[in-house]
């Protein structure tokens, strides 16, 4: 692990300004880029320490509040600890603002990212890799099927309601990926049911998209996030080895 360095950054975005974590290798040199979308919480110490650790495998990484158009990140008033499970209220206040960003504003936004992270002194040229988490794992499919010639690489983990029947629904894009795509999926996950996998995994194989979806067995929704209460260790120990050996295949 290499010493990194994390500032706040401003991105400009078609409807207004994201604010944005950015970690990298404090070496002065330019590497190569990962975008990582946020969960449903936010921007957060969790999320930033996820982006510092990623960057001392020597990346730059890009963690955007993909929530901005309702404010800068703290938007919601989180415990140190989040448990939804005792505080239900915490869900209350998200799901709206979750709501409100709909795959075609999503995907503008995503365009503002990936070409501030093109015009960024320490990002190497070249394609992207991205990592998304919760609803950051339908941003990330999203965003390599709407940006194929800019992502060389796409994770999820825990994501849900990535295959569903609506007409936005992220595996439609499956057709136009041209990146390595990795999932891992809870499997104690009632926002990816069963039939959402294998939908998901029919997709990409017909699409003919290098892909892999594991099935993290005892696994709940959000087992990546040390600071609530469906942390799962092994789970997420098996998510970095996972993410590390994506990256280091594609870059």
């Known amino acids: 692990m290499t010493a990194v360095q994390g500032t706040a950054v401003d991105i ?39 982006a510092d650790r990623l960057a001392g495998e020597g990346y730059t990484v890009l963690v955007p509040n993909v929530f901005y ?3 800068r990140a703290p938007l919601f ?31 503008r936004d995503a365009g503002a990212y990936l070409r501030w992270l093109a015009e960024s002194p320490a990002v190497a040229d070249g ?20 940006y194929p010639e800019r992502v060389a690489a796409a994770a999820g983990f825990h994501g849900g309601r990535l295959a569903t029947d609506t007409p936005d629904s992220p595996h439609l ?30 997709a990409l194989t017909a699409a003919g998209v290098r892909h892999r979806c594991d099935v993290y067995t005892g696994a709940p929704h959000g087992f990546t996030q040390a600071d609530t209460a469906s942390y799962h260790k092994e789970a997420d120990e098996r998510h970095w080895s996972a993410l590390l050996d994506l990256l280091k295949r594609t870059f």
Do not use: N, W
């Open 12 to 50: 400009p975005t078609e409807d207004g300004t994201a604010d944005a974590y950015l970690a990298h290798p404090a070496d002065g040199a330019a590497h190569p880029a990962v975008l990582l979308y946020m969960d449903a919480f936010g921007l957060r110490p969790r999320l930033r320490s996820m």
């Open 69 to 71: 158009r309702h404010g």
């Open 77 to 107: 008033e989180l415990p140190e600890f989040i448990d939804p499970g005792a505080r239900p209220e915490i869900f209350e206040r998200i799901m709206p603002v979750m709501q409100a960003l709909t795959a075609e504003l999503a995907m």
């Open 127 to 146: 394609p992207v890799a991205l990592t998304g988490y919760c609803l950051g794992a339908r941003l990330s499919l999203l965003t390599a099927g709407t």
């Open 173 to 202: 894009v499956a057709g136009k990926v041209t990146a390595e795509l990795y999932f891992g999926h809870a499997d104690q996950d009632p926002s990816l049911p069963q039939e959402q996998i294998e939908r998901l995994e029919e």
